[in-house]
């Protein structure tokens, strides 16, 4: 937790850049500060903390970049019907003609398969294994459908890039390079930097950290896209790693980038880059293409809702899969993400799916005709999209 004495040093998260504030005069009288309010309140900052750094006025937004720093003035746009256009690379969907058939014509589409796999997928905690079975491995199943995915959006006529084409990291960097910044991390916590628990931490920086901020600098200074899609499974506790256990839980829910504590906040990136969504309009995009989506796999699949019982997330919307959570995969992409977090990977149901790894066609599976996991989720997150993108085509 961090204290009034330690805030001062702490301006920012592990591995962040200092920001650029400059940046956000682009976005002068493109928003009116109750429509600033709204998202605010309602969307990234519910707590209400943001008024420790931003004050709003009818006309200006003045900003506090850090402690004992002067207020940026950001100038507000009176009334909507003058509001200018948020300077963004990403075009919405309303910005879009869809053609006949390739419901995605013109769409960017950046594909984020979440995690790494191979010699990684241990480091992460994301790999089990029931005893001589095939081991589950999230890095390498997003990979897969990743790449069925980039097919099918491909075919509706969108073009597509995947953030990693393989297992193997984006970023240079490696847990011996990142032992420093883990004893400042660790230090920040309150907790010695010794040992395993520095080792563990160094590692943390690399695969949750280091690997996320190079894919996001890969979207945002390269690719450009319209849209990123992260894709994940999820999992439940499966207590020993050598013995781990399967559930009967199974469940679906996908994410919208918000919901920062007065914690997180303290970090002064972490403001930043709060501003830099909220002022480029991205959340109502988001809103729209998750919702599609999250429609679409909620058919297909059949799970349930998964529910947040604590203060990390709070609902999107009226429709019970979305969820608003502050995490770094969301927050760094500078264009709206539909963020997928489908299946419970040690689910009974779900496990057997996953060692029949992926085919063509249906299997009998527990008396009925499915297809493979990956190309079911792959399918549903192609027919949201082309049902969400697609809307005005003849």
């Not at 695969?207 to 999820?234: G, K, M, Q, S, T």
């Not at 679409?296 to 997330?313: D, I, Q």
Request: aromatic letters at 8%; charged letters at 25%.
């Amino acid at each position: 937790m961090l204290t009034a004495a330690s805030l001062q040093a702490a301006l920012l998260s592990p591995l962040a850049p200092q920001p650029d504030w400059s940046r956000l005069q682009a976005y002068s009288g493109t928003i009116t500060a109750a429509d600033f309010r709204q998202l605010l309140d309602k969307v990234y900052v519910p707590d209400g903390s943001w008024k420790e750094w931003i004050t709003l006025t009818p006309t200006q937004a003045l900003i506090t970049p850090h402690s004992g720093a002067e207020p940026i003035p950001l100038a507000l746009a009176p009334t909507p019907s003058v509001a200018g256009r948020p300077p963004r690379f990403w075009k919405g969907n309303a910005e879009r003609t869809p053609a006949p058939g390739k419901p995605l014509a013109g769409l960017r589409v950046a594909i984020d398969p979440g995690h790494l796999g191979g010699r990684f997928a241990q480091m992460e905690a994301r790999w089990f294994r029931i005893g001589w079975s095939r081991p589950v491995e999230e890095g390498e199943m997003t990979l897969i459908v990743a790449k069925l995915l980039k097919e099918r959006l491909e075919q509706l006529g969108a073009e597509v890039w995947l953030t990693r084409n393989s297992n193997s990291p984006t970023t240079g960097m490696r847990p011996g390079n990142l032992r420093k910044a883990a004893a400042a991390s660790l230090s920040e916590e309150g907790v010695a930097p010794l040992g395993e628990r520095l080792q563990k931490e160094a590692e943390r920086l690399f695969y949750r950290v280091a690997e996320i901020r190079n894919r996001a600098r890969l979207v945002n200074e390269r690719l450009r896209p319209d849209l990123v899609i992260c894709l994940h499974f999820n999992a439940e506790e499966w207590g020993n790693p050598a013995r781990p256990s399967l559930t009967d839980k199974n469940h679906l829910h996908l994410l919208l980038s918000g919901a920062m504590s007065r914690e997180e906040l303290a970090h002064e990136d972490e403001r930043f880059t709060l501003l830099m969504k909220l002022l480029g309009g991205t959340h109502a995009e988001e809103l729209g293409a998750s919702d599609a989506v999250a429609r679409s796999l909620a058919e297909a699949t059949g799970l349930e809702p998964f529910t947040y019982h604590n203060a990390k997330a709070i609902p999107a919307s009226g429709n019970p899969y979305l969820w608003i959570r502050n995490l770094l995969a969301n927050r760094l992409f500078e264009c709206p993400v539909v963020y997928c977090e489908p299946y419970v990977m040690n689910s009974r149901p779900i496990f057997t799916r996953i060692q029949l790894g992926d085919y063509q066609g249906r299997k009998n599976i527990g008396g009925r005709e499915l297809p493979s996991i990956y190309r079911e989720y792959a399918d549903a997150v192609a027919r949201g999209l082309a049902e969400y993108y697609g809307r005005g085509a003849n």
